[in-house]
């Protein structure tokens, strides 16, 4: 029944993702609730100890009321240490696995799956929501858990004590405990929802006067910049001060529930002492053992906004990761072709919900050992015809074969590791140079690795440094130039033994010699029997190639010098 | 890695620096904490009352025999009471988070103020591009500081002391219980923060790191399926995270050990005031009521203290916060403004000179080594040469958005030094290398550098930049927002956009910085005629590395390596 109640929601179905995980969880909800009730224990004794240390008893009748006491303060602090650790180990296993998970449903997705020029931007958003999910057992689903199992304990105790307290106990928890989390849950979206637009706004505000200054002040208008972005902040502190009146009102509630509990439970016992219901030496330990219940209760405002968050994160993840797939990989596989062309025949292509077909009944053929240009004005299809080339989309009508084989009978990564793609604005993963390139073929040693940056280009270069291969080339590769990280993405292709070659854009962003130079060596990989296919809006030199195409209409063209 | 910069040995003194420079740097700042020390002491007088008056009701009903009419009041009391704990408590959040909004709101403008008219365009600046942009995201980090760490500092510093100076008249063996743990206390949160703050930033740094590694994966997944091996990089997810997890646990098995002994603390101070006080009782050293006030106080004092240690982390990341911001602040002006400037010269009809020019980068090679350049009135220069060679740094000294290391900037006679460096930019209309877009409509946008100007005048600037196409493809024409939020425009029609903004400008020296990058040839060809339009009538320099723009220019001059140079016709 459990299960089918956390299926209903993103936050839930999280949860059930790790269920590996929940006796890990009880362990850590164990020691959550030890914990609580540890310090319960040691209030209500000390109520307990002086209440009967002043009817004057002997002293050693005092005895187990101090150790009681001392060994709840005691226990107490080392039952939170134990929870801490183990929560927190819980929390760095669940990122772990959810981190795994997302993963791996995220590869067939990507690129066709998760198309659109925002692209970055959505899986930097992505792995920040999957991040955000480290708190689910944390700071959402623990403090509910522990909070009930405390409340149930801390009432049973104050009904053996004096029935009526625990019932009036119980009613103040039950405020204290839903009431004040439900008004700081309200208060939180609401603010949160009238509070994003002015944020969001401001914040574009601020990114544009960063970006866009320079331009802002050579046409001297900082002052209307300047007066938006007050206007803006304003506005935004006008929405900040009304809505802290309201998260302050939750916040008050929750404080007032939990000192009135003592209050009434007091008020409510005073009347059983006098008619002499309840021993009087008992009456001390009701409002403190009231105060040490409240504990368990007071993170549950808190719990209430991270359950909230973290289960818009679990939405928004699932809103990528259960994009349909838009390729898959056969169920009987057919080998891998020893050799042959690549052929586009009657291909028709569109974007899913594009009006345009970017290919119609488009034919074209790449032989080993040619060198094909392929031009066009932008946005007209170019990469598109590389992602087809190497399946990362599957076209509408017609085919494309390799050694004759339809690519879609074919496995994905075989069929990659023949034919190979260099995309556009190849990505720098942050480690060596060395590890970038030998991604074009994990097994390959230093020497090829060198040979490979040789190839295209990269000697001199790899010499100057200090630390030659193994240099690294930083975040996305923040520390190498445009054209060095084009060379290195070549000689990722260059290391691979595949038998076609596309390079998608490698020329861009740089200069006019550059670019030939570079051109020169993604040409010369012919001559070792390879076909290559450069796409690009420049060509620095036209009779290096074997043919050039023209990419118009849907339509491959010859373009005759 | 700029965010983690070394903070070692100094870092408190730095972080009390920071503390002592938020609360003096505004007034508003100052009021904040005036009206949350304010109610903190409202706090902290119903504690202490709230903890009599229940003493004295189960103190009376339990010894002294009082009946129920006896206690009533005080019941009612205790009741008021607590509904003024909610309230002061209330009051306590909305001020903390009021006083937030408007501390930050001033620094938010100080910030905008400080980046617009000192150092335009500093995320561009790929010095400080990485400080700007984490000092903007900062700003929200520093809201939970004065929002939350702050107050709970207040009621850290009001309520134990008060409860002591309560708990003295009744029993001084319990206030020196207390005077003894809760200094304690706070000698160990301060141990903990000296001690654990480089590991607790290290920690947060591998975990960063570690989170970049997964980043990483994701951002470079179509690279990685492009070359088969996203199944099996996928693995070291499993891997790195597993031996992260060790090695932190170990670390925080450590860590944690210092909050364990706050904790014990804490609670052994409540356990031995309790025993004292029992002990007390039973030898008739003391009274029920005053006991009972005593114990129903202790925890009441170490409360804040340890909430205060919770809220550690909101206080080490607002500080990191407020420091970047600080360093971006603190940065001087990128131009001197001089103090009497003289009338600004008219580039029209005066050449504009530069002289001896060096430009370095602080710390770096020099990009500009003694460069003498002339434009003449009227003429259209073109700069051409490698990439990386000053062009684009020779443009930004002559709009003054950056300072000379050497060398003077002239324009008929007048040095620019004594020019106000926003007076001498009004002169200049420019497309830089890469426009921003802002969000507004299309119209707003062209009329970046004259707002006045006619619709008549924009369907011209329109027509020559070959925006027609798609101003007639946008459903609200010119009137469609664009930019963050609104239609997003490919780098052509953003090219295309800044040349009608410099075609639209009056200003009578135009400086070009690349203006066909990122374009394919044909619209190269289609945009050369607006460029060429742009530049007539005006004084002209366009740097570019193609030959397109600047076919039609009068001379042409090389940046390279070896300085400027004219170059020679082919």
């Given at each position: 029944m459990i299960t089918a109640r956390l299926q209903r929601t993103p936050l839930g179905r999280a949860a059930l993702a790790t269920r590996n995980r929940w006796r890990l969880f009880g362990l850590s909800v164990f020691l959550a609730v030890a914990t609580v009730l540890a310090a319960v224990g040691l209030l209500t004794a000390s109520g307990y100890l002086i209440s009967r240390a002043a009817q004057r008893p002997?002293?050693?009748?005092l005895t187990v009321a101090i150790v009681g006491v001392r060994f709840f303060g005691i226990s107490r602090a080392l039952l939170r240490y134990g929870e801490r650790l183990s929560s927190h180990d819980l929390a760095f296993r669940t990122l772990t696995d959810l981190r795994d998970r997302f993963f791996q449903r995220l590869i067939p997705l990507v690129p066709a799956g998760v198309d659109g020029s925002r692209r970055a931007d959505l899986m930097s958003r992505f792995v920040g929501d999957v991040d955000r999910l480290?708190?689910?057992?944390?700071?959402?689903?623990?403090p509910p858990i522990v909070a009930l199992v405390c409340s149930a304990f801390c009432v049973a105790l104050a009904s053996i004590i004096l029935p009526v307290a625990g019932l009036v106990l119980a009613l103040m928890m039950l405020l204290g405990g839903v009431l004040a989390p439900y008004a700081t849950r309200r208060a939180a979206r609401h603010a949160g929802r009238r509070q994003a637009a002015a944020r969001g706004r401001l914040a574009g505000d601020l990114h544009e006067i960063a970006v866009g200054g320079a331009e802002i002040a050579v046409a001297g208008r900082e002052d209307d910049w300047l007066a938006l972005t007050s206007a803006d902040d304003g506005e935004l502190v006008s929405l900040q001060q009304k809505d802290a009146m309201s998260e302050g009102l939750a916040e008050g509630l929750g404080t007032m529930f939990a000192v009135g509990a003592a209050v009434a439970v007091t008020a409510a016992a005073v009347p059983a002492v006098i008619s002499g219901e309840?021993?009087?030496?008992?009456?001390?330990?009701l409002p403190l053992l009231t105060m040490g219940a409240f504990e368990a209760i007071m993170p549950l405002s808190q719990a209430a906004a991270v359950i909230d968050a973290t289960d818009e994160a679990a939405g928004r993840i699932e809103e990528v990761t259960e994009r349909p797939v838009p390729v898959v990989d056969p169920e009987f596989p057919h080998q891998l072709p020893a050799g042959g062309s690549i052929r586009l025949e009657g291909v028709d292509f569109r974007y899913p919900?594009?009006?345009?077909?970017?290919?119609?009944r488009a034919n074209l053929e790449i032989r080993p050992g040619e060198a094909v240009a392929l031009t066009g004005p932008s946005g007209i299809g170019k990469s598109t015809l590389a992602e087809l080339l190497v399946r990362f989309r599957d076209v509408d009508e017609g085919s494309i074969t390799f050694g004759g084989v339809?690519?879609?009978?074919?496995e994905q990564d075989k069929l990659r590791d023949a034919v190979r793609l260099a995309p556009q604005d190849a990505y720098m993963f942050n480690t060596t140079i060395a590890e970038n390139v030998k991604?074009?073929?994990?097994?390959?040693d230093r020497e090829r690795i060198v040979e490979a940056l040789a190839e295209a280009g990269l000697e001199d270069w790899i010499n100057s440094l200090?630390?030659?291969?193994?240099s690294p080339v930083g975040e996305?590769?923040?520390?190498?130039s445009g054209g060095q990280r084009q060379r290195i993405a070549a000689a990722r292709v260059f290391l691979s033994r595949a038998r076609f070659l596309i390079f998608d854009e490698?020329?861009?962003?740089?200069d006019p010699e550059g670019a030939a130079a570079l051109e020169r060596c993604l040409v010369?990989?012919?001559?070792?029997?390879c076909g290559i296919l450069v796409i690009t809006h420049?060509?620095?030199?036209?009779?290096?190639?074997?043919r050039i195409l023209r990419l118009g209409n849907g339509r491959f063209h010859e373009v005759l010098d | 890695m700029a965010l983690g910069r070394?903070?070692?040995?100094?870092a408190s003194r730095q972080a009390r620096e920071t503390q002592r420079r938020l609360a003096r740097s505004s007034r508003v700042a100052r009021n904040h904490l005036i009206v949350t020390v304010g109610l903190g002491f409202a706090q902290a007088v119903l504690i202490i009352a709230q903890a009599t008056l229940l003493a004295k009701v189960i103190a009376g009903v339990f010894?002294?025999?009082?009946?129920f009419s006896d206690v009533a009041p005080w019941l009612i009391w205790l009741g008021v009471i607590s509904v003024g704990r909610g309230l002061a408590a209330a009051g306590f959040e909305s001020a903390g988070r009021f006083g937030a909004a408007r501390v930050m709101s001033e620094l938010r403008e100080k910030l905008s103020r400080h980046l617009l008219l000192?150092?335009?365009?500093?995320?561009?600046d790929e010095q400080s591009g990485d400080l700007v942009s984490s000092a903007i995201d900062g700003v929200a980090a520093l809201e939970n500081y004065f929002a939350r760490y702050l107050p709970q500092m207040v009621l850290a510093a009001i309520v134990p002391i008060a409860v002591l100076v309560w708990v003295v008249q009744y029993n001084w063996i319990s206030a020196a219980i207390l005077a003894v743990t809760a200094p304690l206390i706070i000698i160990f949160m301060i141990l903990i923060g000296l001690l654990t703050e480089q590991r607790t930033r290290k920690r947060w740094e591998r975990m960063s790191r570690l989170s970049s590694h997964f980043l990483d994966l994701v951002g470079g997944l179509a690279t990685l399926r492009a070359n088969s091996q996203a199944e099996s990089q996928s693995g070291s997810i499993r891997t790195v995270g597993e031996e992260y997890r060790r090695e932190t646990m170990g670390a925080l098995r450590i860590g944690f050990l210092s909050s364990l002994v706050l904790e014990l603390l804490a609670m052994l101070g409540v356990a031995m005031v309790a025993t004292a006080i029992g002990i007390q009782l039973a030898g008739g050293h003391m009274e029920l009521v005053a006991g009972l006030t005593v114990l129903l106080l202790a925890p009441e004092l170490y409360m804040p203290l340890r909430q205060l240690g919770a809220q550690f982390h909101a206080s080490a990341d607002g500080m990191a916060a407020a420091e970047r911001i600080f360093e971006v602040i603190d940065q001087p002006a990128a131009v001197t403004s001089p103090e009497t400037p003289v009338p600004v010269p008219d580039p029209a009809r005066r050449s504009v000179a530069m002289d001896g020019i060096s430009y370095a980068w602080?710390?770096?090679?020099?990009?500009?080594?003694?460069v003498d350049l002339e434009l003449m009135p009227g003429e259209t220069v073109a700069l051409v040469g490698p990439s990386g060679g000053g062009k684009t740094t020779l443009a930004n000294l002559l709009l003054r958005l950056a300072e000379p290391t050497e060398g003077t900037i002239t324009c008929g006679g007048t040095d620019?030094?004594?020019?106000d460096p926003r007076d001498w930019r009004r002169q200049i209309a420019w497309v830089p290398q890469r426009p921003t877009i802002f969000s507004a409509t299309l119209a707003d946008n062209l009329r970046l550098?004259?707002?006045?100007?006619s619709d008549q005048d924009v369907a011209v600037a329109v027509g020559t930049a070959a925006l027609g196409e798609l101003v007639g493809s946008l459903?609200?024409?010119?009137d469609t927002l664009v930019g963050e939020g609104g239609r997003r425009l490919s780098a052509g029609q953003t090219q295309r956009i800044a040349l009608a903004r410099a075609l639209l400008s009056e200003a009578p020296l135009l400086i070009l910085d690349?203006?066909?990058?990122?374009?394919?040839h044909e619209t190269e060809v289609e945009l050369a005629a607006a460029i060429n339009d742009a530049a007539a009538d005006r004084t002209a320099l366009i740097i570019s590395h193609r030959e397109e723009p600047i076919a039609r220019a009068d001379r042409t001059l090389v940046l390279d390596e070896h300085g400027l140079r004219e170059r020679v016709a082919a």
């Open positions: 002997e002293i050693l009748s480290q708190d689910l057992y944390l700071r959402a689903l623990s309840l021993n009087g030496v008992l009456l001390a330990a919900g594009g009006d345009r077909l970017l290919l119609e339809d690519i879609r009978e074919l991604l074009g073929r994990p097994e390959a200090p630390e030659g291969i193994d996305d590769g923040a520390k190498i490698p020329t861009a962003h740089l010369g990989r012919r001559n070792q029997g420049t060509i620095a030199d036209p009779d290096s190639f074997d | 070394t903070r070692a040995p100094g010894m002294d025999g009082d009946s000192n150092r335009p365009g500093a995320l561009q602080p710390g770096r090679e020099r990009v500009l080594d003694k620019l030094a004594s020019v550098f004259n707002p006045g100007a459903p609200e024409g010119l690349e203006p066909t990058a990122h374009l394919d």
